[in-house]
């Protein structure tokens, strides 16, 4: 089944992560490691941390997507194999995480639908999602 994924609003753009977008990526997700609960982390990894995993997720075939309005990154959303044993070949597990001043403007829900028909044609048949508590 394929899903609309329009943008909320022209000015916002989904695309595939690149290297280039590691800065601004960590960034994102450093400010949910210190304001939040749901990364399950302690401390944020830097932006080389960040562009090794965009560079791993993107050797394995398996989507990294990014949001961007006016030029500036403010959202992303990747899905990796939900577990390494060849029985999950086919689950994968996503993550979604949004610039704080972007939160309830509906760019999640955008990212989530392009994110499940990229997992789709990734090979992924099944999606799971590891939800935290609240910020």
């Known amino acids: 089944m394929t899903r609309s994924a329009a943008p909320p609003d022209p000015a916002l753009v989904i695309r595939a992560a690149g290297e280039s977008d590691a800065a601004a990526i960590a960034a994102i997700y450093a400010?949910?490691?210190a304001?939040?609960?749901a990364t399950f982390d302690t401390a944020a990894p830097d932006a080389v941390a960040t562009r090794e995993k965009i560079l791993m997720v993107a050797a394995r075939?398996?989507?990294?997507?990014?949001a961007c309005r006016d030029g500036r990154v403010?959202?992303?959303a990747y899905a990796t194999q939900f577990r390494d044993r060849p029985a999950y070949a086919h689950a994968c597990e996503d993550?979604?995480?949004l610039a704080?001043?972007?939160i309830g403007?509906?760019?999640g829900r955008v990212l989530l639908s392009a994110l499940i028909d990229a997992a789709e044609a990734a090979g992924f048949r099944q999606m799971l999602a590891v939800v935290g508590g609240p910020e």
């Open 31 to 33: 400010h949910h490691v």
């Open 35 to 37: 304001h939040g609960t």
């Open 95 to 97: 993550s979604i995480y």
């Open 105 to 107: 403007c509906g760019i």
């Open 61 to 66: 075939g398996w989507p990294w997507l990014v």
């Open 74 to 76: 403010v959202g992303y």
């Open 100 to 102: 704080p001043d972007m």
